[in-house]
């Protein structure tokens, strides 16, 4: 799709919005809604503060990452007003809004006076205002502040994506793919971390700060630390693994696509990482209207229990049992996967908390035409998990020297960004936008 065609989506999106917003506010008795974009605090002593990205239901909206003290305010009837806070300032560039279909269904003002957010007529005293925003910036503004049942109705709003919102995610993973081969490339001429993450950045023009969420770049062992958040400068005397976990965010929206290579020679993590990628498209290809998101959760632990006795990892208990006695969590403790969206790990994913069984799960949905989410299997060498079960009655099911051997490639992830249609999934990880 090209940018004018993702374009020409944005008044639909617009409208789709306003009637889903306006539901929510009647449902829960209000007639207005102040959205405030955040703003970041300078760090404690100091005059620098962390690198800004706006708040999500303000993104919604507008898909300004970088505007801080803006309020967007959205009433009944009436034609959203966004607020944005330019100040005159010589220190800094002051952001231009490039034109844009969307901003033809708002009122769009400009402040120098980043105190006053702009009420509606009426509400001076918050009557049948609510207010969304980091509580810390809502001192002295009327109305309710963040109220819990309307989050929860307005974290709702987000859960089945607008065509315009799957063609920005389709396009935040276009772009990260080519991040994700440039990153390849980077590992095949055995890089460092740290040119891996130029390589990355280099492809996908974006900066670290502006990324979903820090990438994770992992050589060798460093693979089996799952949110791993350094770059060594120094490349290892043996570059034996890769797993590369990025991300980019396009008009807001976020991919979060992790891959995981094997270098020459490492025959038998290769064949790890093979195994791996059929679990995955098995579990992609479980992606479908009417399926419980725990049954793929559950169907991950038993692939993974098939690659831990395919592997000779483990032995002389069967696979059920592995999935049973606990131990395909020590190898893949992680959920399958979340919501994608605005967020990367996105709202509204857990209605009800996760089974005991699976703690970290972040979403426990029946899935639905319009959900993205993303499916990434994995298994890794954690030596904090390893132990007990070393120390325990299990540890005569593992095999130490094939552990051994691969324990210097830390472990494997795949991770794909799903879209659940009206007669399955379309994997967005997998396709050639055009
Ligand atoms: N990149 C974080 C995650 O996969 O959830
Ligand atoms: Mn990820
Ligand atoms: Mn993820």
């Not at 034109?99 to 105190?115: F, G, H, K, L, V």
């Not at 350094?230 to 891959?259: F, K, N």
Request: net charge negative.
């Amino acid at each position: 799709m090209t940018d004018n065609q993702i374009l020409a989506l944005q008044p639909d999106h617009i409208a789709e919005l306003q009637q889903r917003y306006q539901r929510a506010l009647a449902d829960h008795g209000y007639s207005a809604l102040l959205i405030s974009a955040g703003a970041t605090p300078a760090r404690y002593g100091d005059d620098q503060g962390a690198p800004f990205q706006g708040f999500g239901p303000f993104l919604h909206w507008t898909g300004l990452t970088g505007y801080e003290h803006a309020w967007l305010l959205i009433q009944a009837d009436t034609t959203p007003l966004l607020w944005l806070y330019q100040p005159v300032d010589f220190w800094h560039a002051t952001l231009q809004l490039p034109s844009e279909p969307w901003q033809q269904a708002m009122d769009i003002r400009y402040t120098a006076n980043r105190a006053l957010p702009p009420l509606p007529a009426g509400t001076g005293q918050g009557e049948g205002l609510a207010v969304l925003g980091d509580p810390a910036l809502l001192a002295g503004v009327p109305g309710d502040h963040n109220p819990v049942a309307l989050t929860v109705a307005l974290d709702e709003t987000r859960m089945h994506k607008t065509d315009y919102e799957v063609a920005c995610l389709t396009r935040a993973n276009n772009i990260a793919l080519a991040g994700h081969q440039a990153a390849a490339a980077a590992f095949a001429d055995g890089d460092s971390e740290f040119k891996i993450n130029l390589a990355y950045q280099q492809a996908t023009l974006q900066r670290e700060t502006e990324a979903p969420y820090h990438s994770i770049i992992g050589l060798n062992e460093h693979a089996g630390t799952l949110h791993y958040q350094y770059y060594d400068t120094t490349a290892p005397a043996q570059s034996r693994s890769l797993l590369m976990d990025a991300g980019v965010r396009y008009r807001g929206y976020c991919s979060d696509i992790t891959r995981t290579y094997a270098a020459a020679g490492e025959g038998r993590f290769a064949a790890l990482v093979k195994g791996m990628d059929l679990l995955r498209e098995h579990l992609c290809n479980m992606v479908a209207p009417g399926v419980e998101y725990l049954a793929i959760h559950r169907k991950a632990h038993s692939g993974v229990a098939v690659l831990l006795s395919a592997s000779g990892l483990v032995s002389g208990i069967s696979d059920e049992a592995m999935v049973e006695q606990g131990i395909t969590r020590v190898f893949f403790p992680h959920g399958i996967g979340h919501f994608l969206g605005i967020q990367v790990h996105d709202v509204a994913g857990k209605p009800v908390p996760s089974p005991a069984e699976a703690p970290f799960l972040r979403l426990t949905r029946t899935l639905e035409a319009g959900m993205v989410l993303t499916i990434e299997p994995g298994l890794y060498f954690i030596p904090s998990l390893l132990e007990p079960l070393l120390q325990g009655p299990l540890a005569q099911h593992i095999n130490i020297a094939i552990l051994g051997e691969l324990k210097g490639c830390g472990g494997v992830r795949l991770e794909d960004n799903v879209l659940v249609t009206e007669t399955g999934a379309r994997n967005l990880s997998r396709l050639t936008e055009n």
